[in-house]
Nanobody, 123 residues
Framework: QVQLVETGGGLVQAGDSLTLSCVAS????????MGWFRQAPGKEREFVAT????????YYTDSVKGRFTISRDNAKNTVYLQMNSLKPEDTAVYYC????????????????WGQGTQVTVSS
């Protein structure tokens, strides 16, 4: 079993930056992929980014490419999401996910979820 705890959400203005962190516990962190999803009010949960267990491969949804950076520190059991040039449309609850079985773009493929952290971007 894997437990995930996200931190770093908050209220920022458009154009600002924010970094989300997710600490994992329960299994050897370096053995499974990690990712981030988000869910805006009234919308379905949306894939944001994923990183493989070694960090060698990274994928982003098109809307965040060039603005968001996912990274991981296996020594600290932590995955990060650096968000730059934030836009109001980035407003959502952001979820950390771990260990995928299937398509990494599909929420149902991920085994473990954090409780979520709210990111609000004002215009």
């Amino acid at each position: 079993q894997v437990q995930l705890v996200e931190t770093g959400g908050g209220l920022v203005q458009a154009g600002d930056s924010l970094t989300l962190s997710c600490v994992a516990s329960g299994r050897t962190f370096s053995t499974y992929p990690m990712g981030w999803f988000r869910q805006a009010p009234g919308k379905e949960r949306e894939f944001v980014a994923t990183i493989t267990s070694s960090g060698a491969n990274i994928y982003y949804t098109d809307s965040v490419k060039g603005r968001f950076t996912i990274s991981r520190d296996n020594a600290k059991n932590t995955v990060y999401l650096q968000m730059n040039s934030l836009k109001p449309e980035d407003t959502a609850v952001y979820y950390c996910v771990a260990d995928v079985d299937g398509s990494w773009m599909e929420p149902r493929s991920w085994e473990h979820w954090g409780q979520g952290t709210q990111v609000t971007v004002s215009s």
